[in-house]
């Protein structure tokens, strides 16, 4: 029987973005939704691997499958590493990126390009149904542009500069961004693991 894999999400464009990075394992890949697992879990690690890990053993207790959970968000230096795990809750879940970036090029207003160096940071855990853990974590340096730009992405990406391709990670096509991209390196790294552990 071929092995099954749950990855921790009810969003499906990051399952549509998994399932093309995990195309060649031979596993069976399920979202929350399609496994039957409904979960409220209190993300309230310090880091992205403990929130990975929190997520992936909560729901590793539901199932005998191979459980896969990730926790990411923006790292700015001037901001001493905020909203970092805070991301998604950074002003509150329900205020719009709009007002967060521009809350955040307002933080930043005046400071200069050296000093608005930040990152996008994925940490993915694997709960193996012989209760071991494994982590992989995949970053993407950038600054903090002076504007939003572009129209791609989600969340922080209008505001995330990559100075080496003159352009924000919401003007990247999405194959571009899966291949740069903080999820797309720590998936990359999280498969090889997997690949060992499969056989
Ligand atoms: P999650 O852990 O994947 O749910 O991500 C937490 C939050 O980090 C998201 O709600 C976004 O605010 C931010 N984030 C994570 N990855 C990205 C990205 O690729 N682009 C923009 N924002 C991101």
Redesign the pocket.
């Known amino acids: 029987m071929r092995q099954k894999i749950v990855f921790a999400?009810e969003?499906e464009g990051?399952m549509r973005e998994i399932r093309l990075i995990l195309k060649d394992l031979d596993v069976e890949l399920l979202s929350l939704r399609e496994a039957g697992i409904q979960a409220d879990i209190v993300e309230d690690g310090k880091t992205?691997e403990e929130?990975a890990a929190i997520k992936a053993r909560e729901i590793a207790r539901l199932t005998d499958a191979i459980v896969l959970a990730?926790?990411?968000?923006?790292e700015v230096d001037f901001l001493g590493g905020e909203?970092g795990v805070h991301?998604?809750r950074?002003m509150g879940y329900d205020t719009s990126?709009c007002i967060?970036n521009q809350h955040i090029l307002d933080l930043l207003k005046d400071v200069p390009k050296k000093q608005r160096t930040a990152r996008?940071v994925?940490a993915i855990a694997a709960a193996l149904p012989d209760k071991t853990l494994l982590t992989s974590r995949g970053t993407i340096e950038g600054i903090i542009g002076y504007e939003e730009r572009g129209e791609g992405?989600?969340?922080?990406?209008p505001i995330?500069f990559l100075p080496e391709y003159g352009c924000s990670?919401a003007e990247l096509s999405m194959e571009k961004?899966n291949e740069l991209?903080?999820?797309g390196k720590a998936l990359r790294s999280m498969k090889e693991k997997l690949e060992e552990y499969i056989g």
């Open positions: 999400t969003n990051k992205f929130n990730d926790d990411s968000g923006l909203p991301s998604a950074y990126y967060k996008f994925c992405g989600f969340g922080y990406d995330f990670t961004k991209s903080h999820r």
